[in-house]
């Protein structure tokens, strides 16, 4: 079985300061993990993806996530947050097991950036 | 290159009407999905294709059934809507089902 936990339903920081979003995932297999975002009334895109290659990804808008099996978790990170980072973001996970073809998503964070 | 399209953007029904909620992609990609996002839970997984051919159920497809109608084409069909079924609907592609999917932008369906 897959299943993925996003520990913080809504995150807060000012610009310029660091994004932390962090996902726990839980897997039976090796997982592909990825991590979206949505911006208000718009469809979700995706910011990077794990599959098994580097453990540190670099996505798009200098976001990057970290994968790390010992603790199941694939956090996001930005060094310096602007005002249009503001948005919900979904950690989804992918595995070959039982629930081929499916992915798992999140409840959702949403971030708010203040000026 | 449009890919993921969805008609229609916007839908309003009334108990009991039906609808197709249409899905078309210009990726050539083999898996397409149907998933409808509410407040607060994400998205959720109503119907999946792995192929042309093929469909399978998700997390929440009772009311719902979808048709594969060839690579390109994905449809979700709402036979008696109920008010519960208001939601956001998404449909999405990959190339496969362990790699990044693509999203279309949506529609809001409004069940009265």
């Known amino acids: 079985a897959q299943s993925v936990t996003q520990l913080d339903s809504h995150v807060s920081v000012s610009e310029g300061t660091p994004v932390l979003l962090r996902c726990n995932y839980s897997s039976s297999y090796s997982p592909s993990l990825f991590w979206y975002v949505q911006h208000p009334n718009k469809g979700l895109q995706l910011l990077l993806k794990?599959?098994?290659?580097?453990?540190l990804v670099k996505g798009i808008n200098g976001f990057e996530a970290e994968f790390k099996k010992s603790e199941t978790s694939f956090h996001l990170t930005k060094p310096s947050a602007h005002m249009s980072d503001a948005a919900e973001y979904f950690c989804?996970?992918?595995?070959?097991?039982?629930?081929?073809?499916?992915?798992?998503f999140g409840d959702g964070t949403t971030l708010t950036v203040k000026p | 290159n449009a890919g993921v399209t969805q008609t229609p953007k916007f839908q309003v029904l009334k108990t009991g009407q039906s609808m197709t909620l249409q899905c078309a992609q210009d990726?050539?990609?083999?898996?397409m999905y149907w998933y409808r996002q509410d407040p607060g839970m994400g998205l959720r997984l109503i119907y999946y294709?792995?192929?042309?051919?093929?469909?399978d159920k998700g997390e929440v497809p009772n009311g719902y059934n979808v048709s594969r109608l060839n690579k390109r084409e994905f449809s979700l069909r709402l036979e008696s809507a109920a008010p519960s079924q208001t939601s956001v609907y998404f449909c999405a592609s990959c190339v496969s089902s362990y790699n990044e999917q693509f999203f279309g932008p949506g529609t809001r369906l409004t069940v009265l």
């Open positions: 294709s792995a192929s042309e051919g093929t469909t």
């Open positions: 990726m050539n990609h083999n898996s």
């Open positions: 989804v996970v992918s595995d070959r097991g039982t629930n081929a073809g499916k992915s798992t």
């Open positions: 794990y599959t098994s290659a580097a453990t």
